[in-house]
């Protein structure tokens, strides 16, 4: 550290000191907003210095009113985004919860009305059924009796359709077979398949 002289006084640090005329109203309350950030009073003047600097701000033009301006701007976002969230929740109230509540509402007071109390049966648990595992050769006679005639009437559709069947044999090319049917009955037997 170097020593430097000022006014006939011998000070140690690095920089000199410099008197500054101020009103004495501002000194005082340059002092006691100093004493917030427990520093000396040039630390404090340096540190509002490089701030303003850093941002650009002018303390008597512009920059306040632009910072002033963004954090309306940003206080105008927070509020609509608050009240669509208010919005929302307002929603849900109106279609779900209120329902809802409504409703236990209204069980709450059958349930008062009645008087009686529910009676608590115990729980029985089924003994686990292991006869599915058993082959079973038995239908019920109805179904039985509905198959046969379903299988029947299968077997007659089928003869009749081998019945319009006819060999073609072409001048050139393999022969084939064609089946004599109408559009509607092809329809039909297209729908019973399904």
């Given amino acids: ?9 011998t000070k140690e640090g690095t920089g000199a000191y410099s008197n500054i005329t101020v009103k004495k109203e501002t000194a005082t309350r340059f002092r006691s907003y100093s004493k917030k950030f427990g520093r ?3 630390e404090v003047l340096d540190g509002m210095i490089s701030y303003f600097k850093e941002n650009s701000l002018d303390p008597f033009g512009e920059g306040t009113k632009i910072i002033l301006d963004s954090i309306k701007k ?12 208010i919005a929302i929740i307002k929603n849900m109230e109106k279609t779900s ?10 069980l709450y007071e059958a349930y008062v009305k009645d008087g009686r109390k529910p009676k608590r049966e115990p729980v029985q648990i089924q003994e686990e059924r292991k006869d599915f ?19 029947k009437e299968y077997k007659k559709r089928c003869h009749e359709i081998i019945n319009n069947v006819e060999k073609v044999e072409p001048i050139m090319g393999k022969p084939y077979l064609k089946i004599n049917m109408g559009i509607g ?6 729908y019973q398949l399904k």
């Fill in 185 to 190: 009955d092809f329809e039909s037997l297209k």
């Fill in 74 to 85: 940003l206080e105008r976002q927070m509020m609509k985004k608050i009240d669509r969230l």
């Fill in 97 to 106: 919860i209120r329902p809802t509540y409504e409703m236990m509402l209204i």
């Fill in 133 to 151: 595992l058993e082959p079973r050769n038995t239908v019920p006679k109805t179904e039985h009796d509905r198959m046969l005639k379903e299988f």
């Fill in 1 to 9: 550290m170097e020593k430097q002289s000022t006014n006939g006084r």
């Fill in 40 to 42: 000396s009073h040039s």
